[in-house]
């Protein structure tokens, strides 16, 4: 059965830091993302990576300050998030694709988590 489940999601304050895990389970895949759902807005993907050569997307918002990465041992995927804004509250999901999926940042992903809550105030 695959899988994939969040967890790491909580509340900060502007400025903090958090990290976000995803274990993937059932099968190996060739993409790996995380999007985020804000009250109001749109689904966006905030980062992703291809698993065989670490190549690493990251929407505008976000470049500089949260950082994709694996485990392949573990089928893991993280998202270390610092210098977190109230902007970056959310509903942060951790998606994948069995290819290497392409046109981001709306990249098409097959599988999905239930979702991690993060909530940064001011």
């Known amino acids: 059965q695959v899988q994939l489940v969040e967890s790491g999601g909580g509340s900060v304050q502007d400025g903090g830091s958090l990290r976000l895990s995803c274990a993937a389970s059932g099968f190996t895949y060739g993409t790996m993302a995380w999007f985020r759902r804000a009250p109001g807005k749109e689904r966006e993907a905030v980062a992703g990576?291809?698993?065989?050569?670490?190549?690493?997307y990251y929407a505008d918002s976000v470049k500089g300050r949260f950082t994709i990465s694996q485990d392949s041992a573990k089928n893991m995927v993280y998202l270390q998030m610092n210098s977190l804004k109230p902007e970056d509250t959310g509903t942060y999901y951790c998606?994948?694709?069995?290819?290497?999926?392409?046109?981001?940042?709306?990249?098409?992903?097959?599988?999905w988590g239930q979702g991690t809550q993060v909530t940064v105030s001011s």
């Open positions: 990576i291809y698993t065989d050569g670490e190549s690493t």
């Open positions: 998606a994948a694709s069995p290819s290497r999926t392409r046109g981001w940042p709306h990249p098409v992903c097959t599988d």
